[in-house]
């Protein structure tokens, strides 16, 4: 079964500094995202809200079935990531060398990532390596996972000329792109976003669509057919001031 992305279940792409990109961008951040997805018969609603601390860093995140929360060291790298669940709590741990994060999970496997000038360029974990490319407003442009030496999927990304949501976010922007994908503070909100099992294969694409208020966008809308089922989903973004 093909995975559905869309930008509430992928959750997964905005400039780092909090100041302002114009006159008219007054600088905000996302407090709540809820969407709300028609599949054939079927539809869910989800819910997610964010909190930042006073230097606009990501602190948490809540969502229907976690709640994520964010620590930062002295010099503003993430240090740990904890996952709120119902039953239990999973945390994260970060530590670095160079342009290499090492990733040490609450089982005590370890991913490892490659970071150049901010950008997670590679990760890999025991089983799989994903790459990210990137365009020149520094947007993921093509993500790949290679599982057991062979492509296991492909995400190629168009873009629009909507800002990024998290722009004026303080958290390092791989964190975004490593969890949230479609959410990358950097650039722009993404356009198209076709999914594929190879290279020669057409995949599917969903296409985005914005209204935008003030240089944000406020809702988000897309159609997109997977295999035999057409998918509409519609998200309404509000917004807080960044400190």
């Excluded at 969502?63 to 999973?90: C, F, G, M, P, Q």
């Excluded at 970060?94 to 609450?106: A, E, R």
Aim: proline share 2%.
């Amino acid at each position: 079964m093909k995975k559905i992305l869309f930008p509430l279940v992928a959750i997964s792409m905005l400039s780092i500094a909090c100041k302002k990109d114009n006159q008219n961008d007054e600088a905000k951040l996302p407090s709540k995202i809820m969407s709300h997805l028609e599949r054939g018969d079927e539809t869910i609603t989800s819910t997610m809200t964010f909190e930042y601390d006073g230097q606009n860093r990501l602190t948490k995140v809540v969502s229907d079935d976690k709640t994520e929360l964010y620590e930062y060291n002295a010099d503003h790298s993430l240090a740990k990531r904890i996952n709120v669940y119902e039953r239990r709590n999973d945390t994260t741990l970060y530590s670095y060398s160079g342009n290499t994060v090492l990733v040490k999970h609450y089982l005590d496997n370890t991913d490892t990532l490659t970071i150049v000038d901010g950008l997670l360029i590679r990760k890999a974990t025991g089983f799989e390596q994903i790459t990210y490319t990137y365009n020149s407003s520094n947007n993921v442009e093509r993500k790949e996972s290679i599982l057991n030496k062979e492509t296991n999927y492909i995400n190629i990304y168009t873009y629009s000329n909507v800002k990024a949501i998290f722009r004026h976010s303080n958290t390092p922007d791989w964190v975004f792109v490593l969890y949230h994908t479609d959410f990358s503070k950097n650039g722009y909100m993404p356009k198209t976003n076709t999914y594929k099992y190879s290279e020669q294969e057409d995949g599917t694409t969903t296409p985005y669509e914005y209204v935008v208020s003030n240089g944000y966008p406020t809702k988000m809308t897309s159609t997109s057919i997977h295999g035999e089922e057409e998918y509409s989903m519609s998200a309404t973004i509000e917004y807080i001031d960044a400190k």
